[in-house]
């Protein structure tokens, strides 16, 4: 039998909550059209806000003035701010995925997060 030395989460949509729905539900009520988001990331690349903003090299506010940007050039309006706010709200810990890791953790394993 082999053995596990190390356990590798994703964050969002399995330690914390999905921030799909609430970019969906956000894209509905402001009018845009479905995936706009979703596509603004795809295609801003390594490079784009939504990566640099992940990265750490963009705070809230440059992200926001970023991606409102990068949506003005795809032809829609966003506010990047209240896009970030709802996606924060959406990301909530789920508590039980915490429990398990502390559970692996404490039964010796390495655990990461992506």
């Known amino acids: 039998m082999t053995r596990f030395r190390a356990i590798i989460f ?53 992200f926001g003035a970023a991606f409102e940007q990068q949506a003005v050039a795809a032809g829609c309006r966003l506010d990047g701010a209240s896009l970030l706010g709802r996606i924060a709200d959406a990301t909530v810990v789920r508590a039980p995925m915490l429990t398990a890791v502390r559970r692996l953790r404490d039964a010796g394993l390495r655990v990461a997060a992506l």
């Open 10 to 62: 994703d964050l969002g949509g399995v330690v914390l909550g999905s921030p799909l729905p609430a970019i969906a539900a956000y894209e509905t009520q402001t009018g845009l059209p479905p995936h706009f988001v979703a596509r603004l990331v795809v295609e801003g690349g390594d490079d784009g806000p939504w990566a640099r903003l992940e990265r750490g090299e963009l705070d809230a506010q440059a």
